[in-house]
């Protein structure tokens, strides 16, 4: 069913959004309670949603309403950009650009990835996010974000329309105190049976690739813990609580920042790492940037 929006109708929901109360939004529009009221009926009967929940006196955006207010953000902000040009006022200074990671990746990488993008001919400003790569996927769908990076592929089983631009992979080393280290480097990998092992959380491919491995070695370590946060899972390696993996590509970094030392190299299971972005067809000059230096250095 198509949706015909009263745009006026969508700046009261805007207003109302951003004041928490039709009775705020009222006073800075200068129109009635009940007409703003009556309009948000409107357009909520034009959408088939509701738009806002009653929590005790104020009003709570819904799940469409939360939805509603990130396009309604967008096409405000673009009005008022658009009066700034038509005045002879263009916008000054640096173009936003946003990225999201997940928050398994190690933040070395992520750093090393970003940096080509902030060093073209143009002037960026970066805002980086991170969390659960779902939620950060249902982000780039509604162009909060410029570029999600990953481990793991965008596939059809998330209606999300995006394009997947793979940067290269990885191979594996695994990492410990220098106690642990020293314990179970003799042996490896057979010696990481009933090893102490932190890992992440299953939601990344890369977990699911090393417990196949795992399972194939016939090795069964003791999970001392599961994390989604890797800086936090690097932290509790370096306190000594179990053994942990990282990309091979940044193991000298790993050993200096955290005091740790390797215990074996696994070449056998590779961290493949994805770019998605809301175009088949790189346009945007940061993500290219990202793109080709990933491609012809960083994983080369």
Same mark, same amino acid.
């Not at 002879?88 to 070395?108: C, D, H, M, R, Y």
């Not at 080393?173 to 020293?182: D, V």
């Not at 016939?218 to 800086?231: E, K």
């Given at each position: 069913?198509?949706?015909?929006?009263?745009y006026k109708h969508l700046h009261y929901?805007?207003?109302?959004?951003?004041?928490?109360?039709?009775?705020?939004?009222?006073?800075?529009?200068?129109?009635?309670?009940?007409?703003?009221?009556?309009?948000?009926?409107?357009?909520?009967?034009?959408?088939?949603?509701?738009?806002?929940?009653?929590?005790?006196?104020?009003?709570?955006?819904?799940?469409?309403?939360?939805?509603?207010?990130?396009?309604?953000?967008?096409?405000?902000?673009?009005?008022?950009?658009?009066? /700034?040009?038509?005045?002879?006022?263009? =916008? &000054?200074? +640096?173009?936003?650009?946003?990225?999201?990671?997940? !928050? $398994? @990746?190690? *933040?070395?990488?992520?750093?090393?990835?970003?940096?080509?993008?902030?060093?073209?001919?143009?002037?960026?400003?970066?805002?980086?996010?991170?969390?659960?790569?779902?939620?950060?996927?249902?982000?780039?769908?509604?162009?909060?974000?410029?570029?999600?990076?990953?481990?793991?592929?965008?596939?059809?089983?998330?209606?999300?329309?995006?394009?997947?631009?793979?940067?290269?992979?990885?191979?594996?080393?695994?990492?410990?105190?220098?106690?642990?280290?020293?314990?179970?480097?003799?042996?490896?990998?057979?010696?990481?049976?009933?090893?102490?092992?932190?890992?992440?959380?299953?939601?990344?491919?890369?977990?699911?690739?090393? /417990?196949?491995?795992?399972?194939?070695? =016939? &090795?069964? +370590?003791?999970?001392?813990?599961?994390?989604?946060? !890797? $800086? @936090?899972? *690097?932290?509790?390696?370096?306190?000594?609580?179990?053994?942990?993996?990282?990309?091979?590509?940044?193991?000298?970094?790993?050993?200096?920042?955290?005091?740790?030392?390797?215990?074996?190299?696994?070449?056998?299971?590779?961290?493949?790492?994805?770019?998605?972005?809301?175009?088949?067809?790189?346009?945007?000059?940061?993500?290219?940037?990202?793109?080709?230096?990933?491609?012809?250095?960083?994983?080369?």
């Amino acid at each position: 069913m198509a949706v015909n929006f009263n745009y006026k109708h969508l700046h009261y929901f805007w207003m109302v959004a951003h004041e928490g109360s039709i009775a705020k939004a009222s006073e800075k529009l200068h129109i009635t309670p009940q007409t703003i009221s009556g309009q948000l009926s409107l357009l909520e009967d034009s959408i088939g949603n509701k738009l806002f929940s009653r929590e005790g006196r104020g009003l709570r955006l819904t799940e469409t309403g939360r939805l509603v207010l990130s396009y309604a953000d967008e096409i405000f902000d673009l009005g008022r950009e658009l009066g /700034d040009v038509l005045r002879g006022n263009p =916008q &000054i200074g +640096p173009s936003e650009f946003i990225v999201s990671a997940a !928050s $398994a @990746l190690p *933040k070395t990488i992520v750093q090393k990835i970003i940096e080509p993008g902030l060093q073209i001919d143009q002037d960026i400003s970066l805002t980086s996010r991170e969390g659960p790569v779902e939620n950060i996927l249902a982000d780039l769908a509604i162009h909060k974000v410029d570029m999600v990076l990953s481990d793991t592929p965008l596939t059809g089983s998330l209606s999300i329309k995006a394009y997947n631009h793979k940067l290269g992979e990885s191979s594996l080393t695994f990492f410990a105190s220098k106690i642990l280290a020293e314990k179970y480097r003799p042996g490896f990998p057979h010696s990481l049976n009933h090893a102490p092992m932190l890992l992440p959380t299953s939601q990344y491919a890369i977990r699911r690739s090393v /417990d196949y491995w795992l399972e194939e070695q =016939q &090795i069964y +370590p003791n999970i001392r813990g599961q994390f989604d946060d !890797s $800086a @936090l899972m *690097k932290s509790f390696g370096q306190a000594g609580l179990g053994i942990f993996f990282m990309p091979t590509i940044i193991a000298e970094e790993v050993c200096f920042n955290f005091n740790v030392e390797i215990v074996g190299k696994v070449e056998a299971i590779k961290q493949t790492f994805y770019a998605i972005t809301a175009e088949r067809k790189v346009k945007h000059p940061a993500v290219a940037a990202i793109c080709d230096t990933a491609r012809t250095f960083l994983f080369a």
